[in-house]
T-cell receptor, first 108, second 112 residues
Framework: GTQVEQSPPDLILQEGANSTLRCNFS?????LQWFHQNPWGQLINLFY?????KQNGRLSATTVATERYSLLYISSSQTTDSGVYFC??????????WGAGTKLIIKP | SQTIHQWPATLVQPVGSPLSLECTVE??????LYWYRQAAGRGLQLLFY??????ISSEVPQNLSASRPQDRQFILSSKKLLLSDSGFYLC???????????FGPGTRLTVL
């Protein structure tokens, strides 16, 4: 089946820093979502992005489907950005395939 | 707008006891519904999904079952809990199979 690899696995930054999270996937996919799981466990949908670039405030995402990767950019980090970021491409049966996540800690 | 509810938020149950977790969606009709489990520090595992009332697909053979008695209600059940059933259970919905999935707040289950 399709493999999803996220990097880095852990990231510690000072408030105000910028970061780039990467998601590689092994096969062609139909679509891709980025999620943020906050410290209370709530999974928040950030982007639904099959290809191209989308922006939402300080966050933006780029998916290059032909090269099988997606990037999540976080600018001017805030402590509330802390948590785990998951990339989840959608496979041929339209089910989400989950990576192991990137754990982000933003220090004040 | 659409909202998704799960209850209870936390649950501590003894081994061998039954389980019933409920998920309801508001503000949409005929959604696709999903049950996931997340072990500590790991990604999500799809357990069940449903495209309509009474239509349940199981992704992983296990001690759990799911039912969809109403259009916007999805229930996860077990007759006898095992220690390995402990985890964080998340319900999600999407408008169609290829649409974005949105998650509920989750239920933390501890089996002792």
């Amino acid at each position: 089946g399709t493999q999803v690899e996220q990097s880095p696995p852990d990231l510690i930054l000072q408030e105000g820093a910028n970061s780039t999270l990467r998601c590689n996937f092994s096969d062609s996919v139909n679509n891709l979502q980025w999620f943020h799981q906050n410290p209370w466990g709530q999974l928040i949908n950030l982007f639904y992005i099959p290809s191209g670039t989308k922006q939402n405030g300080r966050l933006s995402a780029t998916t290059v489907a032909t090269e099988r990767y997606s990037l999540l950019y976080i600018s001017s980090s805030q402590t509330t950005d802390s948590g785990v970021y998951f990339c989840a491409p959608r496979g041929s049966n339209y089910q989400l395939i989950w990576g192991a996540g990137t754990k982000l800690i933003i220090k004040p | 707008s659409q909202t998704i509810h799960q209850w209870p938020a936390t649950l501590v149950q003894p081994v061998g006891s039954p389980l019933s977790l409920e998920c309801t969606v508001e503000g949409t009709s005929n959604p696709n519904l999903y049950w996931y489990r997340q072990a500590a520090g790991r990604g999500l595992q799809l357990l069940f999904y449903s495209v309509g009332i009474g239509q349940i697909s199981s992704e992983v053979p296990q001690n759990l079952s799911a039912s969809r008695p109403q259009d916007r209600q999805f229930i996860l059940s077990s007759k006898k809990l095992l220690l390995s059933d402990s985890g964080f259970y998340l319900c999600a919905w999407s408008k169609e199979a290829r649409s974005a999935q949105y998650f509920g707040p989750g239920t933390r289950l501890t089996v002792l």
